[in-house]
Every structure is written in C-alpha cells, then in structure tokens.
C-alpha cells in the first residue's frame, strides 16, 4: 500500500490502481487523484513497462493520467450502475488476459456511475488497429447490440496501452474469483498475472 502522497514507490513488480471513490469525485472522476505526488512516479513506472492494471476508479485516474487512452464520462443515463454485466474477450494476447480465449464471454460486477468510454474515431480506428480494445460489454449470448450499462463507445469495457503492459477496465474482476461470491470469472485474469510475474 502506497499513500498518495508519497512521492516514491518501492521495486514492484506490479502496480493497482484500485477501484474507489478518490476525493469523492467531486470534481471529474480521477481528476485530483492523478495529480496526487505518487502518480508521477506511477506513471513513470508504466512508460518503463512496469504493468499496471488500473480498475474503475484506477481507469479513471489512469485516463486522466495519459497511460490508457480515452475518457471516462457520465453514464448516458445519468445513473449509477450496480451489479453483474457479461463481457466479451477482444483478446488473450496479453499479460493480463491469456487465460481467456479470444471471444469468451464472461461475468463481473460493475459499480460505477461515470464508466462511458469515449475516444475520438481516428483513436478508437488505431486501437482497434493495435489490438487495444481488452473487453466489450455484450448479452448474455455475446450479442454485442446489448448488455451495455454505460453508454461506452461500441461497448468497450477495458483497453490497453499501446504495449500492452496497462490494462484499464470499469468492470471488477477482483470481486469474480470466489464461487461462494458468485463466480470466478474474474480469477482467470488474476492467474495469468500470477503466472507473468513469477
């Protein structure tokens, strides 16, 4: 655990950028938190190719920080969102997702009230291009016309960096991996970090 307000991090393998409330969101989500002391190094970090994997609120701060792209909006119904939603797999091409297969459907919760991704199209053409796009809010059955909570951009969910070693998601995968809580889809994303790092 870090305080944000330290100005320097210990040799890590692995940075979280958590889901959270930071400074209430007051201002635009992750805004303030992205200009908190740590974050430089954070971002330091990450251009070096420290993973990281940046969760709801971490998104936002990652967003606002530069190392994923796009921007975090206001749900397109104004409202906040609570429970679980399917996701499609764009790619195990990664760090964080090559337990998935490519085009897998999985369950997460999701807990957010501003998760509207949004990119200009030349962006989003480049990502797409690059293999950025990690996961997309479908149905059930992988019908990608439904099951987006937020209003996102074709539905995007998670995306990476341009190398691939920053994965930012408003979905929790971390509240997926217990039977007894309601599944374990989210543990496959755990495990291929796990596996990574050793």
């Known amino acids: 655990m870090v305080w944000h307000g330290d ?3 210990p040799k890590v393998d692995l940075i979280v950028l958590p889901g959270g409330f930071s400074y209430g969101d007051y201002l635009r989500c992750g805004a303030m938190a ?20 940046a969760v709801c609120n971490g998104f936002q701060v990652a967003a606002e920080m530069g190392i994923v792209p ?8 104004l409202q ?5 939603v399917h996701l499609t797999v764009e790619t195990s091409q990664s760090l964080f997702t090559n337990r998935y297969q490519q085009g897998q459907i999985i369950r997460v919760p ?8 949004f990119v200009d199209e030349d962006t989003f053409k480049r990502m ?4 950025q796009i ?10 990608l016309a439904s099951g987006n909570p937020n209003g996102s951009l074709r539905s995007i969910a998670g995306v ?15 509240n997926a991996i217990e039977p007894r809580f309601g599944g374990t889809d989210g543990k496959g994303l755990f495990d291929a970090l796990a596996a990574a790092l050793v």
């Open 80 to 84: 906040f969102v609570c429970g679980d």
């Open 7 to 9: 100005s320097d991090l």
């Open 160 to 174: 990476f960096n341009e190398t691939k070693t920053v994965l930012g998601m408003m979905p929790h995968p971390e």
């Open 128 to 131: 797409e291009d690059r293999g």
């Open 110 to 117: 999701v807990a957010h009230a501003e998760g509207n991704y």
């Open 34 to 53: 992205a200009h908190s002391p740590v974050m430089r190094e954070v971002k330091a970090r990450a251009e070096k190719g420290v993973p990281v994997l």
């Open 70 to 77: 796009g921007t975090l909006m206001r749900n397109a119904h």
């Open 134 to 143: 990690a996961f997309r809010y479908c149905g059930h059955d992988g019908d």
